[in-house]
């Protein structure tokens, strides 16, 4: 590369307007919200970074691939692309098609999960983790440590606990159906996990009996990551690494909203037949015919056609650096982030930056709210609000309190992104000058979906 500066690879074809808001505005909106983002109109918000699921921009030749769609109930060729496209990156012989994520999930521990059953990963997706505790199965985290700490720079800060994992399923011998890997690891900062490690995950799989499933939402941004630093991996074509990962796995569950470029979408795909023909069985009574799955025929194509925009190199060496772009431009103003920065979200360390707000007093939407507040900016608390709360009625302090920036893929610009380092840094400013919330009606469970919060007194 002769030049420093990296381009989005791509011009804008189509656009959408943003309404531009005042401070005025936002501060009504929010209160009439009761504090909680999610319950925002989505035209209140000027930049939307909740999430990068389904949020992001579709190709040209995505849009194209939608006209191109056959809506034949059954044997669709829009699915015969869809599982080529798929099979190209995971050749899996069974593709299932779900309407998102978390519908292969249902599917998929319906079959393994129930009681006395228990499911180690890296660390679960909430959704992943809720579809196996609906089972009565038990699920279970065992990420390395360096996982857990904010601050390390770990370059794979998603890997499992090889020890751990071994002593788990001597410990649990026969009531562990799958071992899972979520790639790259959303809850833990969007941290990748190595190649090494994946090898290592297998072989101790291999000696218990276990198979492997891969939570692959986030897999080109994992092989970017590997290419990048992983030892012998570097110069290597990121559908070549990708099929590598595939090749240690006996299956996966996949939300085509994240890598997939999809606005939704998802798939189930593993080799196994006799569990296979079950979760079709299943697939037929909840999501559909064995070739829609949940989706239309329309969406299957964009889906194929966007798994092979994502694992190009220049998509993704523009996407990782922008994701770092914002995350490094924070801690060069002082403030804290979770490090390495991950690759579809910068977490920012609330209590870091808000020690004068207690765990219980919510910093992260403390600052959640001030930064929709001073710009118009939309993140989501990952902290107190979101893990506080216990079945029993009780409420501790989570691990951490976060606040992720979720970047849609090919969605804003870096003029977008320079806006954001700026809201953010005036909010670092006045940091002290934030208070904490109380929660004043919440559900009993998930409730920072639906919970509404008051400001304390200053
Ligand atoms: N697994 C991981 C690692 C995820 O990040 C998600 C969704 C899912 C599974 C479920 O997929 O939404 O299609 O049903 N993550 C979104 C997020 C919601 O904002 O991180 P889904």
Same mark, same amino acid.
């Not at 389904?54 to 809506?71: L, P, V, Y």
């Not at 899996?92 to 009681?115: C, D, M, N, Y």
């Not at 899972?180 to 090494?196: A, D, E, R, Y």
């Not at 990708?242 to 593993?270: E, Y």
């Given at each position: 590369?002769?030049?420093?500066?990296?381009?989005?690879?791509?011009?804008?074809?189509?656009?959408?307007?943003?309404?531009?808001?005042?401070?005025?505005?936002?501060?009504?909106?929010?209160?009439?919200?009761?504090?909680?983002?999610?319950?925002?109109?989505?035209?209140?918000?000027?930049?939307?970074?909740?999430?990068?699921?389904?949020?992001?921009?579709?190709?040209?030749?995505?849009?194209?691939?939608?006209?191109?769609?056959?809506?034949?109930?059954?044997?669709?060729?829009? +699915?015969?692309?869809?599982?080529?496209?798929?099979?190209?990156?995971?050749? +899996?012989?069974?593709?299932?098609?779900?309407?998102?994520?978390?519908?292969?999930?249902?599917?998929?521990?319906?079959?393994?999960?129930?009681?006395?059953?228990?499911?180690?990963?890296?660390?679960?997706?909430?959704?992943?983790?809720? !579809?196996?505790?609906?089972?009565?199965?038990?699920?279970?985290?065992?990420?390395?440590?360096?996982?857990?700490?904010?601050?390390?720079?770990?370059?794979?800060?998603?890997?499992?606990?090889?020890?751990?994992?071994?002593?788990?399923?001597?410990?649990?011998?026969?009531?562990?159906?799958?071992?899972?890997?979520?790639?790259?690891? !959303?809850?833990?900062?969007?941290?990748?996990?190595?190649?090494?490690?994946?090898?290592?995950?297998?072989?101790?799989?291999?000696?218990?009996?276990?198979?492997? #499933?891969?939570?692959?939402?986030?897999?080109?941004?994992?092989?970017? #990551?590997?290419?990048?630093?992983?030892?012998?991996?570097?110069?290597?074509?990121?559908?070549?690494?990708?099929?590598?990962?595939?090749?240690?796995?006996?299956?996966?569950?996949?939300?085509?909203?994240?890598?997939?470029?999809? !606005?939704?979408?998802?798939?189930?795909?593993?080799?196994?037949?006799?569990?296979?023909?079950?979760?079709?069985?299943?697939?037929?009574?909840?999501?559909? #015919?064995?070739?829609?799955?949940?989706?239309?025929?329309?969406?299957?194509?964009?889906?194929?056609?966007?798994?092979?925009?994502?694992?190009?190199?220049?998509?993704?060496?523009?996407?990782?650096?922008?994701?770092?772009?914002?995350?490094?431009?924070?801690?060069?103003?002082?403030?804290?982030?979770?490090?390495?920065?991950?690759?579809?979200?910068?977490?920012?360390?609330?209590?870091?930056?808000?020690?004068?707000?207690?765990?219980?007093?919510?910093?992260?939407?403390?600052?959640?709210?001030?930064? /929709?507040?001073?710009?118009?900016?939309?993140?989501?608390?990952?902290?107190?609000?979101? #893990?506080?709360?216990? %079945?029993?009625?009780?409420?501790?302090?989570?691990?951490?309190?976060?606040?992720?920036?979720?970047?849609?893929?090919?969605?804003?610009?870096?003029?977008?992104?320079?806006?954001?380092?700026?809201?953010?840094?005036?909010?670092?400013? !006045?940091?002290?000058?934030?208070?904490? /919330?109380?929660?004043?009606?919440?559900?009993?469970?998930?409730?920072?979906?639906?919970?509404?919060?008051? %400001?304390?007194?200053?």
């Amino acid at each position: 590369m002769e030049f420093r500066t990296i381009i989005e690879p791509f011009r804008i074809q189509s656009v959408a307007p943003l309404k531009m808001t005042t401070a005025q505005h936002r501060r009504e909106a929010v209160a009439a919200a009761g504090y909680n983002l999610f319950n925002l109109h989505a035209e209140d918000v000027l930049i939307d970074l909740l999430t990068d699921s389904g949020t992001g921009a579709m190709s040209r030749d995505q849009w194209a691939a939608i006209q191109h769609g056959d809506e034949s109930y059954a044997g669709s060729p829009s +699915f015969d692309i869809f599982r080529t496209a798929v099979q190209d990156l995971f050749p +899996f012989k069974h593709v299932i098609p779900t309407h998102q994520g978390r519908a292969a999930e249902k599917i998929l521990f319906t079959v393994l999960g129930g009681s006395e059953k228990t499911i180690p990963s890296n660390t679960h997706f909430d959704t992943t983790r809720a !579809n196996i505790e609906y089972t009565g199965a038990e699920a279970t985290d065992l990420v390395i440590a360096e996982g857990r700490d904010p601050a390390s720079q770990h370059p794979f800060k998603g890997n499992m606990d090889i020890a751990a994992l071994d002593a788990y399923l001597t410990r649990n011998a026969g009531k562990v159906p799958v071992v899972m890997m979520t790639i790259t690891n !959303n809850s833990g900062g969007g941290q990748p996990v190595s190649l090494g490690n994946l090898r290592e995950v297998r072989a101790v799989c291999d000696k218990h009996g276990v198979p492997l #499933f891969l939570d692959a939402c986030r897999f080109a941004e994992n092989a970017w #990551f590997i290419r990048q630093r992983e030892p012998g991996q570097q110069g290597r074509a990121v559908a070549d690494i990708v099929r590598d990962m595939a090749a240690l796995a006996d299956g996966m569950t996949m939300s085509a909203k994240k890598d997939p470029m999809g !606005n939704i979408g998802g798939w189930l795909a593993l080799n196994d037949d006799a569990i296979a023909e079950q979760c079709r069985n299943l697939l037929i009574l909840t999501e559909g #015919f064995p070739t829609y799955g949940g989706l239309a025929g329309r969406d299957l194509e964009a889906l194929a056609q966007g798994l092979k925009e994502v694992v190009d190199h220049d998509y993704l060496r523009y996407r990782i650096r922008s994701t770092a772009y914002l995350g490094e431009a924070l801690l060069q103003s002082g403030i804290p982030v979770v490090q390495p920065i991950g690759g579809h979200a910068v977490y920012l360390d609330a209590r870091a930056l808000l020690p004068h707000i207690p765990p219980l007093q919510y910093p992260g939407q403390a600052l959640a709210v001030a930064l /929709y507040e001073a710009g118009g900016i939309r993140g989501c608390e990952i902290g107190t609000v979101m #893990f506080g709360r216990h %079945p029993d009625g009780s409420e501790t302090p989570a691990a951490l309190d976060l606040v992720r920036l979720a970047i849609p893929r090919r969605t804003y610009t870096q003029s977008h992104i320079d806006y954001v380092i700026e809201v953010c840094q005036q909010v670092g400013a !006045n940091a002290k000058a934030l208070r904490g /919330y109380r929660i004043v009606a919440e559900p009993k469970q998930l409730r920072h979906f639906t919970a509404r919060f008051e %400001p304390l007194a200053g």
